[in-house]
């Protein structure tokens, strides 16, 4: 079985460019992760979806990032203008329905604004 | 308000020897307790688990865990590390019964030595 897919994943922009990352979850998963994680930091959830609805999107700055789920399935997060201090990893995650499931992530898109 | 601690940022230890990484959590009633290892330019894979029963949890790659609900912790303990147990372990918390909003602690990145 497919694990949940990211792509790019390296993309250098420079800053003030717009910049879309792309995330496809493991089959039957509902629920889906964007979390944004600095060199040395854990992870910190941007966004979290449950089929195609944002449930949690209390920590996505929602002036330059948005997200999408349409058919909540895959996702697509996006940043516009890109900043320097938007240089991290972004990674995706899903997992199923359910209080007691784990999270499965991707390998991250690297992201460096210069 | 919840919390993640990881004590030790950077540990070494030889191949062979015995591993505990320490992690402690501020947080009212018992949540539910996972680590995850990260290894180089790769996505997060959990490691194990601990929602309620046995304090002591065994996970993947000859890893443990055991809950100690006095203390707040949640060492993950390895007998006998191997040179591919390098890299960054995180602890993650989540309130019971909501495990999909995470709280991460910094990590510890582990070095063995040959």
């Known amino acids: 079985e497919a694990g949940v897919v990211q792509s790019p994943r390296y993309k250098i922009i420079e800053k003030k460019q717009p910049v879309a990352f792309w995330c496809n979850p493991i089959s039957g998963h509902n629920t889906l992760y964007w979390y944004l994680q600095n060199l040395g930091q854990g992870p910190e959830l941007l966004i979290r979806y449950e089929n195609e609805e944002a449930v949690d999107d209390s920590q996505l700055p929602k002036d330059r990032f948005s997200a999408e789920r349409l058919k909540g399935v895959d996702s697509t997060l996006k940043i516009q203008p890109a900043e320097l201090g938007d240089s991290a990893v972004y990674l995706c995650?899903?997992?199923?329905?359910?209080?007691?499931?784990?999270?499965?992530f991707g390998q991250g898109t690297r992201l460096t604004v210069v | 308000a919840q919390s993640v601690t990881q004590p030790d940022i950077h540990i070494t230890v030889s191949e062979g020897a015995s591993l505990e990484l320490r992690c402690n959590y501020s947080y009212g009633a018992t949540p539910y307790l996972f680590w995850y290892v990260q290894s180089p330019g790769q996505g997060l894979q959990l490691l194990l688990k601990?929602?309620?029963?046995d304090t002591l949890v065994q996970g993947i790659k000859g890893f443990e865990a055991e809950f100690k609900r006095s203390q707040s912790s949640f060492n993950l303990r390895k007998p006998s590390v191997h040179w591919s147990d390098a890299a960054e372990y995180f602890c993650a918390v989540a309130p019971s019964g909501n495990n999909r909003k995470l709280i991460w602690g910094l990590g510890t990145s582990l070095a063995v030595n040959p």
């Open positions: 995650a899903s997992s199923e329905r359910g209080d007691t499931t784990e999270a499965f």
């Open positions: 601990y929602f309620s029963g």
